[in-house]
């Protein structure tokens, strides 16, 4: 069974230009979830989607949105990017949304470095 | 504002140390506080812990959640050189849409 697989892994992008990245979650799966993970700060949590609604936001500026399609796949994009965003981008995925084992299941993430 | 808390950040122990792991939470609506472990990228699930199961036992690792103090500690004995990496404590809310929240981990550096 195939695991949660982020694209593109690595990325690099200038001040002022936008970034979307993808994340496939396990087959089945319908809830994804996507955080943000820089040092010092942790994991934190960007929003969740599930059967294409996004039911759970962080604290972000509306830079950060993102889409779920049909298939669970999901996308999120950051516009007008700026240094501090330059971040481990992971995503996770469960079967439903919240978790009745606890289990998330984690991709590898996309790190993106903003110059 | 929901938030959880870890401590210490970091540190460094020999082979063989007992470690543990500290976490706190203040959160609305509290479900079940969670252990990952992350190595290199991908996170890993280590254990759940909720107000019907507040221990855990798995090999040399053991978690325990205290509700009335709002925290939880995770154990290493003997630790290994495999046993570094970041533990992340997150805690999981009932709120409309069950949302999980993650403290800023523990950087754990095992030497021989």
């Known amino acids: 069974k195939a695991g949660v697989t982020q694209t593109p892994r690595y990325l690099i992008k200038t001040r002022g230009q936008q970034v979307t990245l993808s994340c496939s979650p396990i087959?089945?799966?319908?809830?994804v979830s996507w955080y943000q993970q820089t040092p010092g700060q942790g994991l934190q949590f960007l929003f969740e989607?599930?059967?294409?609604?996004?039911?759970n936001k962080g604290n972000f500026p509306g830079r950060f949105s993102g889409r779920q399609f049909s298939n669970s796949r999901s996308e999120m994009n950051v516009s007008t990017l700026e240094l501090g965003d330059s971040a481990l981008y992971l995503c996770?995925?469960?079967?439903?949304?919240?978790?009745?084992?606890?289990?998330?299941?984690f991709g590898e993430g996309s790190r993106l470095t903003v110059l | 504002e929901d938030k959880v808390v870890q401590s210490p950040l970091s540190l460094v122990v020999h082979e063989g140390d007992t470690v543990t792991l500290n976490c706190s939470y203040e959160v609305t609506n509290f479900r079940s506080l969670l252990w990952y472990k992350q190595e290199k990228k991908a996170p890993t699930f280590l254990f759940m812990l909720t107000s019907s199961g507040i221990e855990k036992k798995s090999g040399r690792l053991s978690s325990i959640l205290d509700k009335k103090e709002l925290s939880s500690i995770l154990n290493i004995t003997a630790t290994q050189t495999g046993d570094s990496a970041i533990y992340l404590c997150a805690v999981e809310m009932a709120t409309s849409y069950d949302k999980v929240i993650f403290g800023p981990g523990t950087s754990l550096s095992v030497i021989p």
């Open positions: 996770a995925s469960s079967l439903v949304a919240g978790t009745n084992t606890g289990e998330l299941f």
């Open positions: 989607y599930f059967s294409e609604t996004q039911r």
């Open positions: 087959s089945g799966h319908r809830s």
